[in-house]
T-cell receptor
């Protein structure tokens, strides 16, 4: 498996609190992505990054922000967590080449109560 | 639009039979079509992919076909085995920035 580590693996938080999920990669992949996985919806793109300090929104970006200050780290922040953000979050990376495999982290299960 | 429609959402087959999962899309610019397998509690992993300049690709028991004119692509698994049971996702991209996934197919191979 590619060296992609997500932390934490599990988290329970209260509504209204900020939450930050971390994705760390050792592959020197240029592209990084955050997806959420929900039953019946597959994997939906939240935000992505194509380099340090270069990020863009995906299809479900409302309520989320990201930062990428180093190639190896991509942070996802829920500014004020809501119950609708209860989900499994996956980070992924891909090489700096068009049409290449995306490698996924192990996932983070987030529960907002 | 940018979405990918995937069918069926669930599929049960007898061991040894074939399984086919189909995805359709609407934008003409997409040029890369991967398939991912996700076992229960695990991360998605690439099993096969195809580019727009190819109509079919095969890897042992797995094959993918692409019809760019009709804008659909399919995953074919032959001689299914219990370890093929998983959720399968199709995806597409027109560049590495926008990998869009289908909603997934739960494949169950019955012994």
């Amino acid at each position: 498996d590619a060296g992609i580590t997500q932390s934490p693996r599990h988290k329970v938080t209260e509504t209204g609190t900020p939450v930050t999920l971390r994705c760390h990669q050792t592959e020197n992949h240029r592209y990084m992505y955050w997806y959420r996985q929900d039953p019946g919806h597959g994997l939906r793109l939240i935000h992505y990054s194509y380099g340090v300090k270069d990020t863009d929104k995906g299809e479900v970006s409302d309520g989320y922000s990201v930062s990428r200050s180093k190639t190896e780290d991509f942070l996802l922040t829920l500014e004020s967590a809501t119950s609708s953000q209860t989900s499994v979050y996956f980070c992924a990376t891909s090489l700096d080449r068009e049409g290449t495999e995306a490698f996924f982290g192990q996932g983070t299960r987030l529960t907002v109560v | 639009g940018e979405n990918v429609e995937q069918h069926p959402s669930t599929l049960s087959v007898q061991e040894g039979d074939s399984a086919v999962i189909k995805c359709t899309y609407s934008d003409s610019a997409s040029n890369y079509f991967p398939w991912y397998k996700q076992e229960l509690g695990k991360r998605p992993q690439l099993i096969i992919d195809i580019r727009s300049n190819v109509g079919e690709k095969k890897d042992q028991r797995i094959a993918v076909t692409l019809n760019k004119t009709a804008k659909h692509f399919s995953l074919h698994i032959t001689e299914t085995q219990p370890e093929d049971s998983a959720v399968y996702f199709c995806a597409k991209s027109k560049d590495r920035r926008q990998l869009t996934f289908g909603s997934g197919t739960q494949l169950t191979v019955l012994p």
